[in-house]
């Protein structure tokens, strides 16, 4: 099972570095396994029990695109690790889905794990074009690359505090593990009260957890709760 920790904009280096020693002193069992995604300004080669990522990256070793980073800084702390098609990129940095393949193609040939997120607006889902929209999200994407693990999250229960009902997870679950045999996870509005049933609907292999990853203390009080599942 996966927990992972996406800071998005938030914690510095030596807060990053606090959280990932304090996050050391939690017990792992062997089926769980974690990732922390600090910002860009905090990758570093820390001893972590958790894999490091990076939210993001240019689709280039190194070069003139400014205000990015690349394959090179990635290089340089090991990572090998990335978030893709993350909505906030999509929906308020404006990717557009021939990017993100650009992206997801470059990684992959460098051979990343690279975990791709999906997740329909409110509009789609009241459209009834969920399915329509998140297919849309998948084009020109392997499924079958075997470092590839899916995240699904719904735009509209992201930050929210509404995480999505279990019976809407479990559809859309459903419907990716029909395309592919990737890990899926599931994201928006995870936290302590929720993540026990959220990774009890079937076809789940984890969790990507936003604003209550946070506090180092929330996140590992739900690495227990997920021990236990
Ligand atoms: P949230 O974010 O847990 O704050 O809803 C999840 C995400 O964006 O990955």
Redesign the pocket.
């Known amino acids: 099972m996966i927990i992972a920790a996406?800071f998005?904009m938030n914690h510095t280096r030596a807060s990053t570095k606090a959280y990932i020693d304090r996050l050391n002193c939690t017990e792992l069992s062997h089926d769980v396994r974690l990732f922390v995604f600090p910002p860009a300004t905090a990758l570093d080669r820390y001893e972590s029990i958790a894999t490091i990522g990076a939210q993001n990256a240019y689709c280039a070793r190194n070069g003139s695109y400014t205000g990015e980073i690349g394959l090179e800084q990635l290089e340089e702390f090991g990572i090998k690790t990335l978030l893709l098609g993350?909505?906030?990129r999509r929906h308020i940095f404006n990717e557009s889905q021939e990017f993100i393949t650009k992206k997801f193609n470059f990684y992959k040939d460098q051979g990343f794990e690279i975990v791709y997120?999906v997740g329909e607006t409110l509009e789609k889902r009241e459209e009834g074009a969920t399915y329509t929209y998140i297919e849309e999200q998948l084009e020109g994407i392997d499924l079958g690359y075997e470092r590839l693990i899916i995240?699904y999250?719904p735009v509209w229960?992201?930050?929210?505090g509404k995480s999505a009902k279990g019976e809407d997870i479990q559809e859309v679950l459903e419907f990716l593990s029909q395309k592919t045999s990737a890990p899926l996870l599931y994201?928006?509005?995870?936290?302590r009260s929720n993540i026990a049933e959220i990774l009890s609907i079937p076809k789940c292999g984890g969790v990507?957890?936003?604003?209550?990853?946070w506090d180092v203390e929330e996140f590992i009080a739900m690495i227990e709760i997920a021990k236990e599942n």
């Not at 229960?157 to 929210?160: D, K």
């Not at 994201?187 to 936290?191: A, E, L, R």
């Open positions: 996406n998005k993350h909505s906030e997120c995240a999250e229960a992201i930050g929210t994201g928006g509005s995870v936290k990507l957890i936003g604003s209550a990853s």
